[in-house]
């Protein structure tokens, strides 16, 4: 059964949000609703978190509470925060003073020094980046945990492979379904989730179309889960 890469097929699949690209070189994209910077995605979530919370959110999200590896990250992290403070990811709550952050940030600190911080002392064992005024400039402070601030996550580009699609789906598999906007955008949050091994883009006479990830592939599967579709833009099947 014959398929095609990602990319050469904007002219079969134009109606369901494919972009258009000359090749089939694999691509480094980010998830829908992420922002490309620096080789790596970052959100902005909505509302505000407690310290646990965001890590968790971030986690849950495929990525992790961002924590600035350099001052350029830093300043970029400022921005995107629009004026708010942000929790970053950064702790001394397992030994006071010995602030632990995730391994991709290389060491980095930026702690405001002009007020002394770190100096909550046991009391205040989370860090965020502060934006109260333009003195602190992206500076650091240590806070309480469970005080609310906003959260962006961090994630790694991924590359979109050399995507076999089919004018079909595969049925009994999904892990999870969740809206989509095109093919090129499921096939990223596929690339996204470990467990995805095929994915289904169906498209439904309203508008709507929904992204379906697979724990397994039509090889994988019984032949009757396999169904080809008449209609090449009613669904599509997608796998590596």
Known sequence: MGGFCLPSVLLILFTIGMSSANSCKPQMLCPSGWESWGGSCYKLLEGTMTWHEGRLKCQELGGEMVAPSSSVENNYIQRKAKG???????????????????????????????????????????AELVFLDLKWGGGWND???????????????????Q???????????????IPTSSVHDCAT???????????????FGNGKRICQLNNSTRFEADHTQFMESKNPFKCIYGER
């Open 143 to 161: 806070n309480e945990c469970p005080k609310a601030f906003h959260i962006i996550c961090k994630g790694n580009e991924v590359k979109l492979k």
């Open 189 to 203: 949050v596929c690339d996204y989730d470990p467990r995805c091994r095929s994915f289904n883009v169906q498209h």
């Open 163 to 177: 995507w076999r699609l089919l004018a079909s789906c595969l049925t009994g598999h999904a892990l999870r379904e």
């Open 84 to 126: 708010n403070s942000v929790w970053i990811n950064c702790n001394d709550e397992e030994i006071e003073g010995q602030w632990d952050c995730t391994s991709s940030n290389g060491g980095y600190m930026n702690w405001y020094t002009v007020e002394g911080e770190p100096n909550g002392g046991t009391g205040e064992n989370c």
